[in-house]
């Protein structure tokens, strides 16, 4: 299992937009990949689990996953969402 | 036959078969045998749902840009999810109930979730998901899919409102008309139909139970009534009337080329309101020499993040290019009844008289001096003016008018090339202003009577509020004063003043307003070539008399009967 820690830097936290970038990042990976914040936690495959967690600006969250190519998969979903999405 | 009493909201005559949005879908609850068969049918509902879904967001997109079609995109990925098809699948099996119950049941506990979440823009995203839900349910139960964008025939549509992303897909060869149990002439609705010159009837509060999808009924946006299932006789009556309305259209068509001048020669100008760059084909077509209200905040709508500056920029320059005169661009014109989800706006008591418009500009100044930066970029390509909302005192307008100086110097030291004469202005839509309009005139180049909001401020009556609606009164001996107070108060100072209200385009009040000295009237399109008709038929000798006997008389009743003969 790979984990690691990230600050969500878009403005308005993690909407729908955001939400839809991490769920087509994440399919390119074979791992299962989860976004953890407090004690919850959402598939990152899936927009709506994404977008249920609620996320705001500044929040840190936990991106974790577990398969073959884990460590690509949460390298690449940290720097997503630490780049604030291009806004 | 039944008649049904509304709101007339946009002129003209429909007739034609009802669609009705959002009607309730229903299905049974039953227990099932054949578990695996149940997932079959959910598997090729969703690929169906996939394939329509796909094909409005290329239509929307290739007719009206990628940023109308990003809500199917967000819709497709729902459709995609892997937990919502999970929790159905789970849901089919553990319980061995039909699909159709299983796929509500599932999207309702999703639904839930985000309309209990605090933040309104998350709230707002239930009904995305309920869409989706509907969608699904609509292939399963083999209903044909609703929507505003793919439709195969003529239809007059027929809701309880319809929001901003119902109008912003609507096809205007497909829709002939439209009909809301809510709503009056100032909501968005109403404006919407007129600007894309639909017939509209609001506010008709009996409606949905009178109708189903596939009744024959007729709009009567003149009137203000609905005909459900008329009769031959009404019928007949109505296609006549819709020959002599088409005929009235055409003539008034041929005023298009023509100025706005009275019979003496007195010139005004004639500017169309528009809401988004969509609207410049009717406002071209309607003869509007110019745009005197670009409402900006659309830019702003229906998103879920700030536009940047590159986009509005390409916005306002879209316009500025298309239209051969003036443009006038409000900035920012949020709170009141238009939100911003994202902003995270504190809800509030009173929101026409919190914090809204140029109240938010002057503290969020990194938005407005996005907004103003865009605008002196686009200023380039065409007469660009710039106007403020909702000025309520002179610091105010200093205030705005000291950030649009640091963002001039901005912009030159950047190296940017833009129109330094650029004309600034602002509305007039608070009394306060109205009564202090001597002041203001000395900073600005122009003002503009904002009559919606001025009326509700003066009467202290929210239009949208059926109890006191009718004390909303345009007519108010106060409001005429106000007008003429504002007139003289600009020209003393060699400024102009338009007007953006609906008052603008009402042609009771065209001899009044030419008579007090209004220099530009802007208004729904349509209206425009009524209005010019007015004014071709009128000397400015008589326009002045109407004026004087109008501001003699003493109640709105009185005024609104006294105007109402000439026309």
Redesign the interface.
């Given at each position: 299992m790979t984990e690691e820690q990230v600050i969500v830097a878009?403005?308005?936290g993690i909407?729908?937009?955001p939400a839809?970038l991490i769920?087509q990042e994440a399919n390119n990976y074979q791992s299962e990949i989860k976004l953890v914040k407090d004690d919850n936690e959402a598939?990152a495959?899936?927009?709506?689990?994404i977008?249920?967690l609620?996320v705001?600006q500044q929040t840190e969250i936990t991106v974790r996953a577990e398969g073959e190519d884990e460590k690509e998969a949460v390298t690449a979903v940290v720097e997503l969402i630490a780049s604030g999405f291009d806004? | 036959m039944s008649k049904i009493n509304g709101v007339a909201a946009s002129p003209g005559i429909a007739i034609g078969e009802v669609l009705v949005l959002e009607e309730e879908l229903s299905y049974d609850r039953v227990k099932v045998e054949d578990v695996a068969k149940e997932k079959i049918k959910l598997e090729e509902a969703m690929s169906a749902s996939k394939k329509q879904l796909t094909a409005i967001k290329e239509k929307v997109k290739a007719e009206m840009g990628s940023e109308q079609a990003e809500i199917f995109q967000a819709h497709l990925m729902v459709l995609d999810d892997p937990e919502l098809i999970s929790a159905i699948e789970n849901k089919i099996e553990a319980e061995a109930i039909n699909v159709e119950a299983a796929l509500g049941e599932t999207i309702e506990e999703f639904a839930t979730i985000f309309s209990n979440m605090d933040n309104e823009y998350m709230k707002e995203r239930a009904s995305d998901i309920r869409d989706v839900g509907d969608r699904i349910l609509r292939n399963l139960l083999g209903l044909e899919a609703q929507s505003v964008a793919d439709l195969e025939q003529e239809v007059i549509l027929i809701a309880d409102d319809l929001t901003p992303s119902d109008t912003a897909q609507v096809d205007k060869e497909q829709v002939l008309g439209f009909a809301t149990k809510i709503g009056g002439r100032t909501s968005h609705t109403a404006i919407m139909a007129r600007s894309l010159g639909i017939p509209a009837v609001v506010g008709a509060k009996e409606l949905l139970e009178a109708v189903e999808t596939g009744t024959t009924v007729i709009v009567d946006g003149v009137a203000g009534v609905v005909i459900v299932e008329p009769t031959e006789e009404q019928l007949a009556e109505y296609q006549e009337k819709l020959a002599d309305y088409q005929k009235r259209q055409e003539r008034l068509t041929k005023l298009k080329e023509l100025p706005a001048e009275t019979e003496d020669g007195h010139r005004v100008e004639l500017a169309a309101n528009i809401g988004t760059p969509a609207d410049l084909d009717s406002a071209l077509e309607n003869g509007a020499e110019g745009i005197g209200l670009y409402r900006s905040e659309f830019l702003y709508m229906d998103r879920e993040s700030l536009p940047t500056e590159e986009e509005q920029f390409e916005a306002y320059k879209e316009v500025a290019e298309r239209i051969d005169g003036p443009t006038v661009i409000r900035t920012l014109d949020i709170g009141g009844d238009k939100e911003l989800s994202y902003l995270d706006l504190p809800d509030e008591m009173n929101p026409f008289l919190g914090y809204r418009a140029i109240r938010i500009s002057l503290e969020r100044t990194d938005i407005f001096k996005a907004q103003l930066r865009a605008i002196l970029r686009a200023s380039r390509y065409g007469q660009i003016k710039i106007m403020y909302p909702m000025i309520s005192s002179l610091e105010e307008l200093q205030a705005a008018n000291q950030i649009l100086a640091e963002v001039k110097e901005d912009l030159t030291k950047e190296g940017f090339d833009f129109n330094r004469e650029l004309e600034v202005g602002m509305m007039i839509e608070v009394p306060a202003a109205a009564m202090i309009a001597d002041l203001l005139a000395k900073e600005v180049d122009f003002f503009s009577i904002g009559t919606n909001d001025l009326i509700q401020y003066t009467t202290a009556t929210d239009r949208m509020n059926e109890h006191v609606a009718v004390l909303y009164q345009p007519f108010h001996p106060a409001i005429l004063r106000l007008i003429k107070r504002v007139v003289e108060a600009a020209h003393k100072h060699d400024s102009w003043v338009g007007m953006c209200g609906e008052m603008a385009g009402d042609r009771r009040l065209t001899p009044f307003l030419v008579g007090v000295g209004l220099d530009e009237f802007s208004m729904s399109a349509v209206s425009i070539p009524e209005v010019k008709e007015v004014i071709r038929n009128l000397t400015i000798q008589q326009a002045k008399e109407i004026t004087d006997q109008v501001l003699s008389l003493s109640t709105s009743q009185k005024i609104e009967d006294f105007l109402g003969s000439y026309c």
């Open positions: 878009s403005s308005a909407h729908a937009r839809s769920v598939n495959k899936s927009i709506m689990g977008m249920s609620g705001s806004e | -």
